[in-house]
């Protein structure tokens, strides 16, 4: 069997991001594969090592990628299909292509992350599998093969659901899948020598980014001193609480 | 340019991680992860306990801490210096007694059995060493003092038939009383230093843990005693004699020592940091006030230009053309930094780094060891005293 996992590379969490005329300036930003794409990687490589066959990273995105497809690897996915393209694509646009790259792979199974990092965006998995044509699982949580389908259980708005599906199929992850496993040092160097094979593309976003900005989140910074008058501290938080953030 | 740690990223004001290898920069993120996750959250209480967490050597071996620098064949994993010294770093940042731990396994006890052991040594030791199913000592300090350790080693390797019967103490051991091998470092009939893989269990060998340390308490210190210690002639390293072997091997560590005492640089200043740009005083952040802010930045100074030298030692080391006097300026520079950024990060913390709810205070207390031990920083000014004037202050 043939299990896929495709990843992005995105800005570390903790990252402080900066705006530099009007675009994103990811120069001092940490990129690290994308950790709902992770869950991802984990899955395909306990596949492969329960049912045998190979995993495969497929990733579009600028050259940069590469250090997330490199990580991927260290975790012990067998080799990488890398389409190349600098600049900005839409999730729609991007499924296409990596439609194309998956339909000659033929896997049996397709991962990625139930949401990207990035864009806060939840589309790339939904809209591959709708390329593709193939059924999709969204905010999986748990997948087992048997008979050339799969039973997966997911999440939904207000609780969750088993489900068979029919093989191939796309599946997005959802914290609580698997625990991902460390790159270690021994995996971070046999990964130095796997296969990544590069595609250059030139697909046409259907979207065009004009402006980014960061959205600002001050907070009032209130600070009630408890150490000399708790009792008049906490009628005062209490005060607060009900008159000005009218939550009690 | 990175004036702060955010996530898996180091303190690393020059970029100089733009000078690592994809694979080392690899390394770095993923060892930085994983301490995160299993040591840093827990490390106040196993300090406080006097506890090593013995339960994280298998992971170690796992994540491939042990002997990262020997090749595959024999189990390790083949990285270059410079990865071995971010795994230093990043180890140190939770905390010198974790990075210790992995210092002697891989340089004092992997390394001489790598470079002076037989074939049938190799084979034997490496791999479970590397796993961390066997756990190693060194034994070449002695209770008389560790500066001068040829004029201080009493302990003798008597030859008895075909083997030898060793004889003696040795003090201030790292990983005694986790060990099943010690590097003995014993003088023959003849007085020449030579070096014996001794099992824990031989009968004759004892190992004393050393209590009521105010340092390294997430270490286990020993003193090994042996008596009468009978080991075959297959016990003895065939590839090395005399003192130049133990110190090849303190090279190897003190290399790691100028990378891990950066770690534990970045661990004070972040924490000093942050805590000065949220702590108010006479209704500003301290962290606006000069005396502040000339601490922050020798700390931030002092990491920037030791993991210069750190690096630059990596790559004369992994060139072969590394001199030992060059390794003891990078440990006692930047170890010295270290202890010093520590000693003002607990003073930027005021009462409250007084305390194990903040790092500082078991960094600078762990840092007067690492100061001290793998030739003290007095030690080494002497080394490079000697190694600019020609002239011998160390008899």
Redesign the interface.
Known sequence: MKFVAVIRQVPDSESRLKIDAGRVDLSSATLILDQMDEYAVEEVIRLQEKHGGESVIVALGPERFEEAVRTALAMGADRAIHLVQEGYLDPITQAEALAEALRAEAPDVVLTGGQQADWDSQALGPAIAEALGWPVVTWTTALELEDGQARAKHDLDEGAEVVRVSLPAVFTTQQGLNEPRYPTLPGIMKAKKKEIRKIPISAASKVEVLEQSIQERSRLGKVLDGTKDPHAAASELIRLLHEEAKVI | ??TTS????MLDYLGLSELFT??E???Q??SR??LDDVALPYIGQWWEEGSFPTHLIRRFG????LG?TIP?EYGG???SSA?YGL?AYELERVDSGLRSFCSVQSSLVMYPIYAFGSEEQKREYLPKLATGELVGCFGLTEPDGGSDPDGNMKTRARKDGDGYVLTGTKMWITNGNLAHIAIVWAKDDGGVVRGFIVPTDTPGFKANEVRHKASLRASVTSELVLEDVRVPASAVLPGVKGLKGPLSCLTQARFGIAWGALGALEAVYTEALAFSQTRTTFGKPIGSRQLVQEKLVRMLSDHTKGLLVAWRLAQLKDAGKLRPQQVSLGKRDNVRAALNAARSAREILGGSGITLEYHSIRHMLNLETVDTYEGTHDIHTLILGRDITGLNALE
């Not at chain 2, 955010?6 to 990223?9: D, E, L, R, W």
């Not at chain 2, 796992?62 to 801490?65: A, D, I, P, S």
């Open positions: 340019m990175v955010s996530g898996t990223q994809p694979e920069r690899e390394i993120r993923s992860r994983f796992e994540m491939g801490f990262p595959a994993a083949g990285v990865a795994i």
